[in-house]
């Protein structure tokens, strides 16, 4: 798997490259030190995942995620920082990044990046149990409304934490075929791009 690296401290950068080829299953094809950089790096190498800091001078690692994901829709971008601010998670999730997870986890870096690779969506247990705090109750969603069955429902809350379709499928009893179809169903139904905005739309709208 390729990668890009994008952190402002560049010994953190040089670290990262280190411990993640150690692996023998990682390289870091690219290694930038700021937001815009990192569109011209994403443009140059199309990474098979972005590994991207937050605050960095000028243009942040958000901003520069949402310039590449406007411009390349399949990135995947995957945040790494020190920050979990509420804002952030929200912005993050709201642009499409394939997952945010905190420095302090170091040693859950390589797995994340394998999990993104893999077509999974990543955060961290502290981002996941901030997710449901970060909007105030409002009066309750109609799923009816939506024409959301009580099946999609159940598969909609799976997916807002965090679970793969394999643990889905053998929780609700069903074929990971049939999740995957619940799935995409869902995502016409609310006219969503893959299952993180799935999971944005779930607490942003359905459990705010």
């Known amino acids: 798997?390729?990668?890009?690296?994008?952190?402002?401290?560049?010994?953190?950068?040089?670290?990262?490259?280190?411990?993640?080829?150690?692996?023998?299953r990682i390289t870091v094809a690219a290694m930038g030190s700021s937001g815009a950089e990192a569109i011209g790096i994403y443009r140059d190498t199309k990474p098979d995942?972005?590994?991207?800091?937050?605050?960095?001078?000028?243009?942040?690692?958000?901003?520069?995620?949402?310039?590449?994901?406007?411009?390349?829709?399949?990135?995947?971008?995957?945040?790494?920082?020190?920050?979990?601010?509420?804002?952030?998670?929200?912005?993050?999730?709201s642009i499409g990044a394939k997952g945010y997870i905190l420095k302090q986890d170091f040693e859950g870096i390589a797995p994340a990046l394998e999990a993104v690779m893999g077509g999974q969506s990543v955060f961290g247990d502290?981002?996941?149990?901030?997710?449901?705090?970060?909007?105030?109750?409002?009066?309750?969603?109609?799923?009816?409304?939506?024409?959301?069955?009580?099946?999609?429902?159940?598969i909609m809350e799976h997916v807002a934490a965090g679970k793969s379709n394999k643990e889905i499928a053998g929780e609700l009893y069903l074929s990971e075929g049939t999740v995957r179809n619940y799935i995409s169903t869902l995502?016409?139904?609310?006219s969503l791009r893959d299952r993180t905005q799935l999971a944005v739309y779930y607490y942003t709208e359905v459990k705010k």
């Open 126 to 154: 502290m981002i996941v149990t901030k997710l449901p705090e970060l909007m105030k109750p409002k009066s309750a969603y109609s799923f009816e409304a939506h024409g959301i069955s009580e099946k999609e429902r159940e």
């Open 49 to 93: 995942v972005m590994l991207m800091d937050i605050r960095m001078e000028g243009m942040t690692g958000l901003e520069a995620g949402e310039h590449i994901l406007k411009e390349f829709p399949e990135a995947k971008i995957l945040y790494l920082t020190t920050f979990a601010d509420d804002e952030y998670i929200i912005k993050a999730l």
């Open 187 to 190: 995502l016409d139904k609310l």
């Open 1 to 24: 798997m390729n990668i890009a690296v994008i952190d402002d401290d560049k010994l953190v950068a040089i670290s990262l490259k280190t411990i993640l080829e150690s692996t023998g």
